[in-house]
């Protein structure tokens, strides 16, 4: 039953990244341009770093998807050969069925075997005690452990957990005995500056705001229901640019983990925007699954991992461009960009009380 969801997720995911392009709420994020700003191309560093001593060469990383079944596994290999090739971070999709039939660890394992050097991300439900923790850790070699929280996902599945009231014992749990780095992620509905001020409590270093505007996974559990019964909440949560935006609001002294960024990126000024807003990294899911599986959502073999690579080559070279038109020599320079905030994402900011006009004019004062 479990391989049947996993499928599942797979094909209705796919299937919104096959619909018509839509306005995200990246749209409401742009970048001011000064015309004499910019500096050479060459003198640019795109990598960027996480707490613990991690760097990564590019700032932006595949995303948990999938894995579990013979056709996710397939998608799976195709995605971390790619990484193998590129030096991209890679995530699983959640391992917990590996945790109830070891025969399936293959689908996700191929994630290192295909990658034997790269940093590979494991996944797992905030249900997971601290020992399923490090046999996936151990299982995969991974270099870090994503934990995702999906409350809402959950409610919507059919066959879903209604019990969340013990998730941030174990994260604190989780973070305490596991050897490698813990990332706390959202699955699609955004963070608030509570939940990131609570999750650096708990000992969490880092954590991905996640946000909607990508594969929305109330809709794709919905899509899963005979009834259909649970539509209205297609649009629930807040954006990954939100999540960012309201991180901003948080008191200077108040500990905060690292910030990562994804939900609807479709493109490398999503990237840049991300970045802007403060997020160290930003994740790519649908739109790396789409490139994969082909516009007849069927090819993920070598012609998948072709497409990916070129696309996340792309990616570096104009992200390299970017950064030098803006005048960041650096990924950390990005966060002196002026940025403007617009529409339903400024109205949504202002209210939590995001300083907006100094977002801005930051360039000026930073000098």
Not at 226 to 251: C, E, H, I, M, V
């Amino acid at each position: 039953m479990t391989g049947n969801r996993k499928d599942d997720h797979l094909n209705f995911a796919a299937a919104q990244q096959r619909e018509e392009p839509h306005r995200t709420p990246w749209d409401d994020v742009r970048l001011v341009h000064h015309a004499l700003a910019g500096i050479d191309a060459v003198d640019v560093d795109i990598s960027t770093s996480l707490p613990g001593g991690v760097r990564w060469p590019l700032p932006f990383y595949i995303n948990g998807m999938t894995g579990g079944t013979e056709t996710t596994g397939r998608v799976n290999a195709a995605l971390a050969e790619a990484a193998a090739e590129t030096g991209i971070a890679i995530a699983t999709g959640s391992m917990s069925i590996y945790l109830r039939d070891e025969t399936v660890l293959p689908t996700f394992r191929v994630l290192r075997d295909k990658n034997p050097r790269g940093f590979v991300m494991g996944n797992l439900s905030a249900d997971a005690t601290p020992d399923q923790a490090r046999r996936v850790v151990d299982a995969l070699e991974a270099n870090a452990l994503q934990i995702h929280v999906n409350s809402v996902q959950e409610t919507v599945m059919p066959e879903g957990s209604r019990g969340f009231g013990a998730w941030s014992e174990n994260i604190a749990a989780v973070v305490e005995a596991t050897p490698v780095p813990v990332i706390v992620k959202e699955v699609g509905f955004g963070m608030t500056r509570e939940t990131i001020a609570r999750l650096a409590s708990l000992g969490v270093t880092v954590a991905d705001t996640a946000g909607n505007g990508g594969t929305n996974f109330a809709r794709v559990e919905n899509d899963r229901r005979a009834g259909r019964d649970y539509s209205f909440l297609a649009d629930f949560g807040q954006s990954a640019p939100f999540s960012l935006l309201d991180a901003t609001t948080l008191p200077e002294a108040t500990q905060r983990p690292a910030l990562l960024a994804s939900g609807g990126v479709r493109n490398p000024y999503d990237v840049v925007r991300g970045l802007a807003l403060g997020a160290r990294a930003v994740g790519v899911a649908g739109t790396f699954l789409h490139t994969v599986l082909g516009e007849t959502g069927l090819d993920a073999g070598a012609d998948g991992t072709e497409r990916l690579v070129q696309q996340i080559t792309d990616w570096r070279d104009r992200l390299t461009e970017m950064y030098a038109m803006l005048g960041a020599a650096t990924t950390q320079d990005l966060s002196t960009t002026d940025v403007l905030i617009s529409g339903e994402l400024a109205e949504s900011a202002r209210l939590r009380g995001a300083d907006l006009e100094s977002l801005a004019s930051r360039r000026g004062t930073s000098k």
